[in-house]
């Protein structure tokens, strides 16, 4: 391409600072180094994520930055080294990277590596250096993949190639969100056939969930939210029943096991709060359920939980990416979705362009969207 080995002047959506809402600037964008793909954005989603940014609860955050993480697009130009993808490919941008080398890995059980953000930081490129500035600043990046920007520099290992055939401003939600969730119920609960599941919180994530509990085989599938107007888009990927909290003088722990007899097989929280994964907790069977914590909770938050709800033999675990190899993974669920396994379709309810990147969060805080997706 022309552009190659040039500096690129672009839009991006810059968080100057915590509490403040993005600016679109024009930023610089350099050329990638060894072992780094420029890539230029057709769709990325808004992830609640994100929005942490913004409010300045991410961990180990540093502004200005450029957030998104829930990015598609088509490679631009390659730095010495990079074997996997070419100029013209389709592509997903995911922030849970698959080096292929370290411990983790190289082990089969293992989604995770040591390259996560959980580890080292990714505010900076690999070689502590950014590629983005704009008014003579250094803007930081988000997850190594800024995906709120036209272009954008990641490593290699956050970013597989996908089938050219796929829908770009559909499929970037598989970056985060659907991957999430819908892994949540098939990778790390394992949901069996016939079983039953609760769902907390329905957002994309969550509905994602209830996605991934229908594909398994679950009988019953109890989706809450203190948001009503989310019922019928649970109902409409598979949940049986909608319950909302509000509605009950009692806990909706002991709600759900009335409801049950002795409580769920499987409970979700996708939520990201204290009280919501007790609840969770206390809603699966005594003693073969198993709670999966897949919301993220304000960074240096505890949770207080009560022993006896673990001695009886209940699991409680975490979920990071839904438990998929990322760059394994991507390719082979785009093409479940192009053979119409499921319908993720349904978690996008808006679609805006890049200028109004604002409009799209508040539609997320008003509770007005599920996955608002922005085109370049």
Same mark, same amino acid.
């Given at each position: 391409?022309?552009?190659?080995?040039?500096?690129? !002047?672009?839009?991006?959506?810059?968080? #100057?600072?915590?509490?403040?809402?993005?600016?679109?600037?024009?930023?610089?964008?350099?050329?990638?180094?060894?072992?780094?793909?420029?890539?230029?954005?057709?769709?990325?989603?808004? +992830?609640?994520? =994100?929005?942490?940014?913004?409010?300045?609860?991410?961990?180990?955050? %540093?502004?200005?930055?450029?957030?998104?993480?829930?990015?598609?697009?088509?490679?631009?130009?390659?730095?010495?080294?990079?074997?996997?993808?070419?100029? /013209?490919?389709?592509?997903?941008?995911?922030?849970?990277?698959? +080096?292929?080398? +370290?411990?983790?890995?190289?082990?089969?059980?293992?989604?995770?590596?040591?390259?996560?953000?959980?580890?080292?930081?990714?505010?900076?490129?690999? =070689?502590?250096?950014? !590629?983005?500035?704009?008014?003579?600043?250094?803007?930081? @990046?988000?997850? #190594?993949?800024?995906?709120?920007?036209?272009?954008?520099?990641?490593?290699?290992?956050?970013?597989?190639?996908?089938?050219?055939?796929?829908?770009?401003?559909?499929?970037?939600?598989?970056?985060?969100?659907?991957?999430? /969730?819908? /892994?949540?119920?098939?990778?790390?609960?394992?949901?069996?056939?016939?079983?039953?599941?609760?769902?907390? /919180?329905?957002?994309?994530?969550?509905?994602?969930?209830?996605?991934?509990?229908?594909?398994?085989?679950?009988? !019953?599938?109890?989706?809450?939210?203190?948001?009503?107007?989310?019922?019928?888009?649970?109902?409409?990927? *598979?949940?049986?029943?909608?319950?909302?909290? %509000?509605?009950?003088?009692?806990?909706?722990? %002991?709600?759900?096991?009335?409801?049950? *007899? @002795?409580?769920?097989?499987?409970?979700?929280?996708?939520?990201?709060?204290?009280?919501?994964?007790?609840?969770?907790?206390?809603?699966?069977?005594?003693?073969?359920?198993?709670?999966?914590?897949?919301?993220?909770?304000?960074?240096?938050?505890?949770?207080?939980?009560?022993?006896?709800?673990?001695?009886?033999?209940?699991? +409680?675990?975490?979920?990071?990416?839904?438990?998929?190899?990322? !760059?394994?993974?991507?390719?082979?669920?785009?093409?479940?979705?192009?053979?119409?396994?499921?319908?993720?379709?349904?978690?996008?309810?808006?679609?805006?362009?890049?200028?109004?990147?604002?409009? *799209?969060?508040?539609?997320?805080?008003?509770?007005?969207?599920?996955?608002?997706?922005?085109?370049?």
């Amino acid at each position: 391409m022309a552009t190659s080995g040039k500096v690129i !002047r672009c839009r991006a959506a810059v968080a #100057w600072a915590a509490g403040k809402s993005l600016s679109v600037e024009e930023i610089e964008v350099a050329p990638p180094k060894a072992r780094e793909v420029r890539v230029k954005i057709v769709a990325t989603g808004i +992830c609640r994520t =994100d929005d942490h940014v913004l409010d300045g609860t991410f961990p180990d955050l %540093q502004f200005p930055v450029i957030p998104g993480h829930e990015g598609a697009g088509i490679v631009e130009s390659i730095g010495e080294g990079v074997t996997s993808v070419k100029p /013209g490919d389709k592509v997903i941008l995911f922030p849970l990277p698959q +080096c292929g080398e +370290c411990s983790f890995c190289l082990n089969p059980d293992s989604n995770y590596c040591l390259k996560s953000h959980l580890t080292e930081p990714q505010n900076l490129m690999p =070689d502590k250096t950014t !590629r983005f500035t704009c008014k003579g600043k250094q803007i930081q @990046h988000f997850l #190594w993949n800024s995906t709120f920007a036209e272009y954008t520099v990641v490593p290699e290992y956050t970013l597989a190639k996908i089938d050219a055939a796929a829908p770009l401003d559909k499929v970037c939600v598989f970056a985060c969100g659907f991957s999430t /969730g819908y /892994g949540a119920a098939v990778n790390t609960a394992k949901v069996k056939l016939g079983s039953t599941c609760a769902v907390f /919180g329905l957002g994309g994530v969550g509905l994602s969930v209830v996605m991934g509990c229908k594909a398994a085989g679950a009988s !019953r599938i109890i989706a809450i939210d203190i948001n009503k107007d989310k019922f019928a888009k649970a109902k409409e990927m *598979g949940a049986t029943e909608c319950i909302n909290p %509000q509605d009950f003088k009692k806990p909706i722990q %002991q709600v759900l096991t009335e409801m049950t *007899g @002795h409580g769920v097989d499987y409970s979700f929280e996708a939520i990201g709060t204290a009280d919501t994964l007790i609840a969770a907790l206390a809603s699966c069977n005594m003693n073969t359920g198993v709670c999966v914590m897949v919301g993220v909770l304000p960074a240096g938050s505890t949770v207080p939980i009560d022993p006896f709800l673990l001695l009886s033999g209940r699991t +409680c675990k975490g979920t990071l990416a839904g438990g998929w190899k990322m !760059r394994d993974s991507i390719p082979k669920l785009v093409a479940s979705y192009l053979e119409k396994k499921f319908n993720s379709d349904l978690l996008i309810t808006h679609t805006l362009p890049f200028a109004k990147i604002n409009e *799209g969060f508040e539609l997320l805080r008003a509770g007005k969207s599920i996955r608002t997706v922005m085109l370049f």
